[in-house]
């Protein structure tokens, strides 16, 4: 049993060392509560609003030399928590990506690129094309993906099927509008994705309005079930959210005498390649 | 604009008459409603908690001589309302199915054979092994499946993938337990099976215990956001929902100016074939 720790954080854009002091601080809080594993939020050290493409190339960095990478490298090998947040990524060939990095005590152990960007993202950053790591720690298996990859079902299939027994998700899930006493849908989407799975999903959003956006909050850590463990946090203020959580759990997919929720799978009938574009958007 | 309708049934194993009455009559009040479409629950002629196989066998007919079929055809034409439900079928080889019809003014246009089944239905029915039909009617393209195939996001994209503005299904869902406050893990992933595909969904669940077994009830219609336009129905009793929709609203999959639910998907990325089973169940 592993205790899985989720940090709501304000965050400003353009704030790196705000933004970074912000980590710090959670990631105190966390290894106080024995976190084996934080999650931060997307975009942790940039922030998110950016005013054009030129800010956010202002604030990238490359992973190997990325002082947010660093310090939490610092504070992984202080605490032995390991750390999963996003940050700003400058590319090899001075793209950009919207990245999460994996740290522990050794190092940097892996970085993932959105591969499904929001909104005006895609004006600023270039989609990753490789899949979600899953990496095999101490506490289990864990798979990082962010924020609109986990509105695609296939995306967090995969990363289960290939293992995962935990996702963490850093996310900025800008609020919309949504009936009155609703969960929002972002959040029903993560509980939907560790329930079909048997996985455990952990989802850092941010808070403190940016440039006239503000945030679902919502982070939380939903188990096999789909049932919240903790979270969903309220909206608008930093918090800390921090539960056991059994991780091999999530290896058995039994979930009773007569279903496995992976060998249940029919995949000789799935297919991926149906999207027929003329079927949708005829009145555009 | 269509009303679309489901109806959450008390039903009895092995009652087939008191069944088809209680369809007939949900029939006849969501038609009152306006209903072009209702759906009604899973084996909805025969009851759901089988003592055996041969119990089941002695309920099930072939489609194309089934009093159930021939009573919703008669009931379409004196209603014009199309109506999707589950019965008992008796395959050409005298294999059983459990199955849902989308029946018509003109008769039976779709027979779906469950392809993910649930418990000891493995024990009774022979898995489906075709895709969800996506019926073109005049209110809009409707796909069909049943209860536990919903849980299978991959079946439900592709079935939106092929067109479908809304899932109609009949449902039979076994209580289970669940944290206080929360709504059913099922309802959550029917929610997020709409907000996913930009598509409604309309589930019809039963009540009344059965041999031991009770029902969540939570009968459901969630629209392309994924949240509920009516529903989920209280447990233990009777439901008719019935609300308008817009299914035209479904072909459109923008999300804001730069997203579209399904062109965004990275498909090229995607693989159904990953599943390692090795790493589960190791200690089994």
């Known amino acids: 049993v ?9 965050l400003a854009v353009g704030d790196t060392e705000g933004n970074l002091a912000a980590a710090a ?5 966390a290894a106080e509560a024995g976190a084996g594993l934080v999650v931060l939020p997307e975009l942790c050290d940039s922030g998110y609003v950016f005013a054009d493409p030129a ?6 960095r490359p992973a190997d030399r990325s002082p947010t990478l660093r310090q939490w490298h610092d504070l992984a090998r202080a605490s032995q928590t390991v750390i999963v947040g996003g940050f700003c990524e400058l590319g090899p060939d001075r793209q950009l990506f919207n990245s999460a990095a994996l740290v522990d005590a050794s190092g940097t152990r892996a970085v993932y690129r959105k591969a499904h960007l929001w909104d005006k993202e895609k004006q600023v950053f270039t989609p990753g094309d490789g899949p979600p790591p899953v990496v095999i720690l101490p506490i289990g298996r864990v798979g990082v993906m962010i924020c609109y990859d986990l509105e695609f079902p296939e995306w967090v299939r995969q990363t289960a099927l290939r293992g ?11 609020a919309a509008p949504r009936p009155p006493g609703e969960r929002p849908a972002e959040v029903v989407k993560a509980q939907a994705g560790a329930a079909v799975n048997g996985i455990y999903i952990a989802v850092a959003d941010r808070c403190s309005a ?8 919502g982070s939380l850590i939903a188990g096999p079930d789909g049932y919240p463990l903790a979270g969903p946090a309220a909206a608008g203020q930093p918090a800390l959210l921090a539960v056991d959580c059994d991780l091999a759990r999530a290896r058995d997919k039994r ?15 799935y297919r991926a390649d149906l999207y027929r574009a003329d079927l949708y958007r005829a009145d555009r």
Do not use: K, Y
């Not at 592993?2 to 304000?10: D, H, K, M, N, P």
């Not at 800010?55 to 990238?60: F, I, Q, S, W």
């Not at 940016?210 to 909050?217: A, F, K, L, T």
């Open 55 to 60: 800010e956010a190339r202002g604030l990238a």
């Open 2 to 10: 592993t205790v899985i720790a989720v940090a709501q954080l304000s």
């Open 25 to 29: 601080d959670a990631v105190g809080q």
């Open 255 to 269: 979930i009773n005498a007569n279903n496995d929720l992976l060998a249940d799978r029919r995949a000789d009938l």
């Open 210 to 217: 940016e440039r006239g956006v503000s945030w679902i909050g």
């Open 164 to 174: 995962a027994d935990l996702i963490a998700a850093p996310v900025n899930w800008p």
